[in-house]
């Protein structure tokens, strides 16, 4: 079994939902007492958050690159970041380290031709909706991707930042994702990707009439086949 290199914190709750999941996925997949293992990073999210929120992408691409080189250091054999928005900076984070990075947006589009699915809603904060770079990436893979209208950006941002980072998980809230799902699907999505760790909180399959692609689950399950195969 591979070290699994997580690069963790933004937010905690992201990294526990990583952590388990890696854990239950290897008790499931080899039994017995297996656990995975795991080097994990644990950065400061208000630092970070700061950080973007004033632009400052170089001094966010040095925070996770210290964290990147010291799971490494420690002995992982690839790397996973357990956040979508940070993403921002991967290309920066995996030149500056000798290991794999398990990129996210190439683990999503994979699901989406997996579903035989062209075109894709994508859901998560302000930020990564409204730029490209992760968009793109996975665009550059065949497919085409809707977002939301921009006036439910900061609905879905405050619904993420005020309420899910805190734990607090509101059937009205759920109500509000279900009708931007339901509104992606009617521009032509045939899945939509909760493109935030903690929206999986929220959001399940059961509540949706399109294929659901949660980030997490998906990372992890890619991470699991790595570090077992």
């Known amino acids: 079994m591979q070290t699994i290199g997580l690069v963790g914190g933004m937010s905690w709750e992201s990294s526990a939902a990583y952590y388990e999941g890696l854990n239950r996925g290897v008790e499931q997949r080899v039994g017995g007492l ?23 992408w170089d001094e966010v691409a040095d925070v996770l690159v210290r964290a990147a080189r010291g799971v490494e250091a420690a002995g992982a054999d690839f790397l996973v970041l357990c956040t979508t928005t940070f993403h921002r900076v991967a290309d920066q984070v995996a030149d500056a380290v000798g290991i794999p990075l398990l990129h996210l947006a190439d683990v999503v ?17 302000t930020f990564a909706m409204s730029r490209s770079f992760f968009i793109d990436r996975i665009a550059s ?3 085409t991707v ?5 006036r439910h950006h900061d609905t879905v ?18 109500r509000t994702l279900v009708a931007l799902i339901d509104e992606l699907w009617d521009a032509g999505a045939g899945a939509v990707i909760l493109g935030c760790t903690e929206l999986e909180l929220l959001v399940r399959q059961a509540d949706a009439d399109i294929p659901v692609l949660p980030c997490t689950t998906l990372h992890v399950a890619a991470a699991l086949d790595r570090a077992l195969r």
Do not use: M
Request: glycine share 6%; aromatic share 4%.
């Open 34 to 56: 297996a656990s995975a293992k795991v080097v994990l990073a644990s950065v400061d999210f208000a630092e970070v958050t700061a950080l973007e929120e004033q632009e400052r």
């Open 109 to 125: 589009a994979d699901a989406c031709r997996a579903e035989s699915v062209t075109e894709v809603g994508f859901i998560g904060t």
């Open 141 to 143: 893979h065949g497919l």
């Open 146 to 150: 809707h977002v939301p209208d921009e």
């Open 157 to 174: 941002n405050r619904i993420i930042y005020e309420e899910l980072v805190h734990g607090k998980v509101l059937d009205s809230s759920r």
